[in-house]
């Protein structure tokens, strides 16, 4: 079946709170919508958030580079020859790789129809539900101890803690009254978003490990080119490092894993260029016998669901990060992945399971 159409319907939902993180702060979450349409009508949906500071891309350049690049390289190309079509899918422009993971999704939504699978079964299948976190933005350590203490009685377990914005003390004190407030057997993953320098992380991790605090992975402490930082950090700590903005492609994974410069990797669909690509970092970490997590933008519920497609498909990976529809005042989806407090399961259908998306909170970029 060859691909008719290819269309972008730019939307923005509100969050209920805003995410804050050393990075940015966050108050609507804007995406693209893809259409992917075959010539027999059968249709594929994908997103593509925005996140300037991460991948580089805007709500406008995800647009042009999907009608301006993508389309015409695939317009009228069988779905069918997979390989052939995420090649070329990969090759039209260098990086981009929100726009990528867009039309990648809708593909893949696409080809679970088509053969009338779900895309967790159509990459592999290895589990039929998943447990998310539930992150908490960074603000003053009692407003932070105070949304933990919520989550957790929300029926969350592991928590995400923002930190990485201010001084290693606020942190320390962040992270203490956080797990004063949230309880015995809450997890906690610290994400410092490069915050800190790497002699910053080395203090504060072996401060929070004298401390006894449960702190189960710090995600990217250093900046996402400093690997050689990243590395010191990992060898001078005994809590695990999980790599994040350093690992964007197989190349980038394949550096952080011959060089031990982490425990972890995250992988996350808007950095990768879609599932095809993230499929390769996984199985490149787990032939180096390193575990991966799922993670995600600030995405509604289309593009979580193709991420935790991909997450349920392998073995590999062993932790997620999917409570950003959460955080939204409103949910434009019908249908994907099913939320019951941190659990997430996938209703009965083909592709992502999707019954009906609603394009009509779009905005005018």
Not at 132 to 159: H, Q
Request: hydrophobic fraction near 40%; aromatic fraction near 6%; glycine fraction near 8%.
């Amino acid at each position: 079946m060859r691909i008719q159409s290819i269309e972008t319907y730019p939307v923005a939902i509100p969050l209920h709170t805003p995410f804050k993180t050393a990075l940015r702060t966050v108050t609507v979450a804007e995406s693209i919508y893809v259409k992917v349409t075959g010539e027999d009508g059968t249709i594929g949906w994908g997103e593509a958030p925005p996140t300037v500071v991460i991948t580089g891309e805007s709500l406008t350049s995800i647009d042009h580079t999907i009608k301006k690049i993508i389309t015409p390289v695939l317009l009228g190309k069988d779905i069918t020859y997979r390989e052939d079509l995420f090649k070329r899918l990969q090759d039209c422009c260098i990086g981009n790789t929100s726009a990528k993971a867009a039309v990648d999704i809708a593909l893949h939504d696409l080809l679970g129809k088509i053969y009338h699978l779900p895309v967790y079964q159509l990459l592999g299948g290895s589990k039929s539900e998943l447990e998310t976190d539930y992150t908490v933005s960074v603000n003053d350590p009692e407003e932070m101890a105070e949304d933990a203490a919520r989550y957790v009685r929300n029926g969350f377990k592991i928590l995400k803690v923002k930190v990485g914005k201010d001084t290693i003390e606020k942190d320390i004190e962040r992270i203490q009254t956080i797990h004063t407030r949230a309880g015995e057997g809450v997890r906690i993953r610290l994400d410092a978003n490069q915050g800190w320098s790497p002699k910053e992380a080395i203090y504060a991790i072996r401060k929070m490990e004298d401390h006894h605090l449960p702190i189960e992975l710090v995600e990217q402490p250093v900046h996402a080119k400093n690997i050689e930082g990243m590395k010191q950090v990992t060898d001078h700590t005994y809590t695990p490092i999980m790599a994040d903005e350093s690992v964007f492609s197989p190349t980038d994974a394949r550096r952080i894993l011959e060089t031990r410069s982490a425990d972890l990797i995250n992988i996350k669909l808007m950095k990768s260029g879609g599932i095809h690509q993230a499929v390769k970092i996984n199985h490149l970490a787990e032939a180096y016998g390193v575990e991966c997590m799922v993670g995600s933008m600030i995405e509604t519920k289309l593009g979580i669901t193709a991420a935790a497609h991909f997450a349920a498909s392998q073995n590999n990976v062993t932790r997620v990060d999917f409570d950003a529809p959460l955080m939204l005042t409103d949910d434009p989806i019908d249908g994907g992945v099913q939320y019951n407090k941190s659990t997430l399961t996938f209703p009965e259908g083909f592709g992502l399971g999707l019954i009906n998306v609603n394009t009509e909170q779009t905005v005018n970029i």
